[in-house]
């Protein structure tokens, strides 16, 4: 068979909705693509336990810290089915950590911002976990069936993160005016950073039509983003926070709300690696890299041994 002919047939295979799965044929881009989006999303799973991780020491009671902990430990889970998906496309799990360290491998710029008060945590369940559950919905649809099955439960366990910061929040703003003032700062900070999370603009993304050819992607950056929108105003409003922006403004023509360019040139800035956090994250995730040498070290000696008994 030709290449064009196996490359036809891949796609109607796309078209027709049937899943891709790791030993079908799949054109040398469509794998790259995939390792490419998929481990920049285990590493954002990975990377995102760090600003609230620093919070679970400082939580303000047993019941929110119990919470914190488990939603940060959902957050490991998450990394690892996604970094399992990577390995079925062929790549190690090793070279896959690697390309994050050597700052080859991207992760989701919003994880480079600090978490500076309790109600940052707050902000993050609702905003930062809602913007993500808006994007990883259409993932369970993604034609590569593995990241496709890893997101249905992963966006079982996102749900519950965003209503958990929700109800947070709700607590924060019905409690005195500090409390109210420290959720809408909150707000104030992570609303910018949060709707930058779903990629730059259409005009400006490199591989959504391709991506969405190949129904890797369902929606665009854009369209993702106006959802995201389009659900949160309302929220705002019930637990009576402004989103900090001036144009925001409900367009009956369109049926959407209208809303305020964002700042891409700090959008870029910080995929590039000069956001508030981003050396302080990485410095993190290697020092944890060779602090846990002796562990993986220490299991794969016992494995060896057992296995030398086992066939002995
Ligand atoms: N940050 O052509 P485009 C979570 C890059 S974590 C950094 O539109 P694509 C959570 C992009 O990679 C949820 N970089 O790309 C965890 C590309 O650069 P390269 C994370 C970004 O891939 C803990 C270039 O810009 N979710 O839930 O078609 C606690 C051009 O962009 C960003 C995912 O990872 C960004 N925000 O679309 C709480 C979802 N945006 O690679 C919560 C999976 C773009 O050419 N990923 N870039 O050098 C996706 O859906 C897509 O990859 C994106 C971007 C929509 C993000």
Same mark, same amino acid.
Request: with cysteine; charged share 25%.
């Given at each position: 068979?030709?290449? /064009? #002919? ?5 796609? #109607? ?21 995939? !390792? ?10 990975? !990377? ?10 400082? &939580? ?5 810290? =119990?919470?914190?902990? &488990? ?22 799990? #090793? ?6 360290? $050597?700052?080859? /491998? ?28 808006? %994007? ?6 993604? $034609?590569?069936?593995?990241? /496709? ?31 109210? &003032?420290?959720?809408?700062? @909150?707000? %104030? ?14 005009? @400006? ?17 854009? #369209?993702?983003?106006?959802?995201? !929108?389009?659900?949160?105003?309302? +929220? ?26 964002? %700042? ?9 690696? %000069? ?12 020092? =944890? ?8 070290? =220490? @299991?794969? @000696? ?7 008994? +086992?066939? /002995?």
């Amino acid at each position: 068979m030709t290449q /064009a #002919e196996k490359e036809r047939r891949f796609q #109607e295979k796309i078209d027709k909705e049937i899943k891709i799965e790791p030993n079908d044929w799949m054109p040398d881009e469509y794998r790259q693509t995939l !390792v490419r989006q998929i481990s920049q999303h285990a590493h954002s799973e990975i !990377v995102g336990m760090l600003p609230e991780g620093n919070w679970i020491t400082r &939580a303000p009671n047993l019941r929110r810290k =119990a919470v914190l902990l &488990a939603k940060v430990q959902d957050e490991a889970g998450h990394g690892l089915y996604l970094y399992s998906a990577v390995e079925t496309l062929g790549t190690s799990r #090793e070279q896959t950590i690697d390309d994050l360290h $050597s700052g080859k /491998a991207k992760y989701s710029s919003i994880f480079n911002y600090p978490a500076l008060t309790w109600a940052d945590i707050g902000a993050i369940g609702w905003l930062v976990d809602g913007a993500a559950i808006m %994007n990883q919905v259409a993932l369970c649809r993604t $034609s590569y069936g593995p990241y /496709a099955r890893a997101m249905v439960k992963i966006c079982k366990e996102e749900s519950f993160h965003q209503r958990q910061g929700y109800e947070s929040l709700m607590k924060l703003c019905s409690g005195t005016p500090q409390q109210k &003032a420290m959720a809408q700062d @909150a707000m %104030n900070r992570f609303w910018w950073p949060a709707l930058m999370m779903f990629g730059p603009s259409d005009a @400006a993304s490199t591989h959504s039509d391709q991506s969405i050819k190949w129904k890797i992607k369902r929606f665009t950056n854009d #369209e993702l983003r106006q959802s995201f !929108v389009d659900a949160t105003v309302e +929220q705002a409003q019930i637990l009576g926070l402004t989103i900090p922006d001036p144009n925001l403004k409900w367009n009956e023509e369109r049926g959407h709300y209208d809303f305020s360019e964002i %700042n891409w040139d700090e959008f870029w800035q910080v995929v590039k690696g %000069n956001g508030p956090c981003n050396k302080e994250r990485l410095a993190a995730r290697v020092k =944890a890299k060779e602090e846990g040498m002796w562990v993986r070290e =220490a @299991a794969t @000696a016992f494995a060896k041994k057992r296995a030398m008994k +086992q066939s /002995a």
